[in-house]
């Protein structure tokens, strides 16, 4: 009891410590920021009137709806990115050796990168929301249905900072770190996030249908814009399910090793 | 065969530890009393750092056993954690974070409650000289203040045991002295000091004994006074300009002469009170020397004598990091 007790104080104790990093740093989180809101506008005012047109709906404020879910999500998968990048600097500094030869929760470093990413995810993910509002994104969301869009969204970045995490352990670098989570961010662009997946060449809309981001894409759209959800809800959920569990094992296998010298 | 005396602060036998092929640790024997400055000498890359890194839990040993306050490093950790302090030659302090923020970090971890936290984060900015400092992010430190709030930051759990890993590589004069009084502050706190250095000056200043450390194997042991009676001592060489004042300089001084350099090797500390003395019977005589220099031994020396090669090579060196 007092073992857990112990982990949950410790990491409670590193989350501040990631929160005050965030202050100290701000120019971190609003890069992470930075490139959805960038891509939010290049695809609604560059290409939304080409894109809105070949649609069956239309207009420009058609395709600002139908991409939001999916820059929302490579909101998330930004994020994840600035986590890998956080924990490998941590690892080349002294201060996380001196965490391991303290008699704390050993997790608790891993921990509170988790739950500091997750809390900067969910405010870039707020910004960014807001700011697709402000150019034509119209959903018909209820207050239910905004909490669980939120609450999956908050799944899914729990799922990919955890993955983050063992990718910024796995990482040599800090400019590793950064690479390794960049597939991430351009997935949802292989799935149902832009184009509808029966516009997409055969291979592509094969991997389009069956890779994780598109169960949540679909599952976002349908609380969101009231579209059809069907069976995408529960894959999205065992997607995160699955990626959170394997992430969490592997980066404490990772961080459990002996550190290199 | 590492079994827990009272008052034995370390205690290991045939530490091993190898990279791939290369042999970092080739059995090392400790045993250290609990109370003590122990100092680990040597030249980069003999393995310093490689032996706190194994007895402060942060890696495991190849072979051989160890125990810190009586708790076995591989399957203790955690109460040796509990035990022990690190300051390591690469500072562990959080940089975006300030002085005071590190010590309260520490204090939380260490599961103060806040009060009591504030009160220690307070007591060390203090003790350390960094009350002015303690509001600014650690990253704007100099290299002393960072080595003193990283000690302090050590300090926050009251460790009984601390390892210091090459505390004073890098720091000015000053910050290196201060360094000094620091720890023998906590020598007289009751605090076990595990010392790593480079330096022979430094084991030589603060430790109770010194164990030197080459290749990955202890080649000698003892306290400052047994080793440097092992190492050619500090002497005063005079230089001459003819043969006939080497002579009577010689038979007025005694020494070692040498002839064809025409110099004489006189043994003596230095100080200025025996130069002064020496150079007064000189004067008496009225011998007047070309030259006067004052020989300490340095690492390389006693290295030299009781290894019988200089320090370690840069390939060692390298395979350290």
Redesign the interface.
């Known amino acids: 009891m007092t073992t857990l007790t112990h982990a949950l104080g410790d990491s409670a104790t590193m989350v501040a410590r990631q929160l005050r990093h965030m202050q100290r740093y701000p120019s971190l989180t609003l890069t992470l920021m930075g490139m959805p809101i960038v891509f939010l506008l290049l695809f609604v005012y560059v290409f939304g009137g080409a894109m809105g047109a070949e649609g069956a709906s239309g207009n420009r404020s058609d395709y600002a709806n139908y991409i939001a879910p999916g820059i929302m999500l490579i909101t998330v998968a930004s994020a994840a990115q600035g986590t890998a990048i956080s924990v490998a600097m941590d690892m080349t500094e002294g201060i996380v050796a001196r965490f391991r030869t303290m008699a704390i929760a050993r997790v608790s470093v891993l921990s509170g990168h988790v739950v500091g990413s997750l809390i900067q995810a969910m405010l870039a993910v707020a910004v960014v929301t807001a700011v697709a509002v402000l150019i034509g994104f119209r959903p018909s969301a209820g207050p239910a249905e905004w909490l669980a869009a939120f609450g999956l969204l908050a799944l899914v970045s729990f799922a990919l900072t955890w993955l983050s995490v063992a990718l910024g352990l796995v990482a040599n670098n800090v400019e590793s770190a950064s690479n390794l989570p960049l597939p991430l961010v351009f997935l949802p662009f292989l799935g149902s996030g832009f184009v509808p997946t029966e516009t997409l060449p055969a291979g592509v809309r094969w991997f389009a249908e069956y890779q994780p981001f598109t169960p949540v894409i679909e599952t976002l759209r349908g609380l969101l814009l009231g579209t059809e959800i069907g069976s995408s809800g529960i894959q999205a959920l065992a997607w995160c399910a699955a990626i959170a569990l394997a992430s969490y094992l592997w980066a404490r296998k990772l961080y459990n090793r002996d550190p290199a010298v | 065969m590492t079994q827990h005396t009272p008052g034995t602060a370390v205690a290991a036998t045939g530490l091993r530890k190898s990279?791939g092929d290369h042999v970092v640790l080739d059995g090392v024997d400790l045993d250290i009393p609990a109370g003590t400055v122990f100092s680990l000498l040597g030249p980069n890359g003999a393995g310093k750092t490689?032996v706190v890194?194994i007895l402060?839990?942060?890696?495991?040993a190849d072979g051989g056993r160890a125990s810190v306050l009586g708790h076995d490093v591989a399957t203790e950790s955690?109460?040796v954690?509990?035990a022990?302090g690190?300051t390591?030659q690469?500072?562990?302090?959080?940089?975006?974070?300030t002085g005071r923020?590190n010590l309260m970090?520490m204090a939380?971890?260490?599961?103060l409650g806040r009060t009591d936290a504030k009160r220690r984060a307070a007591e060390l900015l203090e003790r350390f000289d960094l009350v002015e400092a303690a509001g600014r992010?650690a990253a704007t430190y100099s290299g002393g203040m960072r080595r003193r709030l990283d000690l302090a930051?050590?300090l926050v759990?009251r460790p009984r045991l601390i390892f210091l890993d090459e505390p004073t590589t890098g720091l000015d004069p000053r910050s290196r002295r201060d360094m000094w009084q620091i720890t023998r502050d906590l020598v007289a706190d009751g605090v076990t000091v595990f010392l790593t250095t480079q330096y022979l000056e430094e084991a030589d200043q603060l430790a109770d004994r010194i164990a030197v450390l080459d290749h990955g194997s202890i080649v000698a042991q003892g306290t400052a006074a047994e080793l440097k009676r092992r190492v050619p001592g500090s002497h005063v060489r005079l230089r001459f300009t003819e043969a006939p004042s080497l002579e009577s300089a010689a038979r007025v001084l005694g020494g070692e002469a040498d002839t064809e350099a025409l110099t004489l090797k006189v043994p003596g500390n230095g100080g200025v009170a025996s130069l002064r003395e020496l150079l007064g019977r000189l004067d008496t005589e009225s011998i007047l020397p070309e030259e006067l220099s004052v020989q300490t031994p340095d690492l390389d020396d006693v290295f030299l004598a009781l290894t019988g090669h200089r320090s370690a090579d840069d390939n060692a060196r390298k395979a350290?990091?």
């Open positions: 990279y490689t890194k402060s839990t942060l890696i495991g955690e109460a954690r509990a022990i690190v390591g690469y500072s562990a302090v959080d940089g975006l974070l923020e970090l939380r971890l260490h599961r992010p930051m050590t759990g350290n990091r």
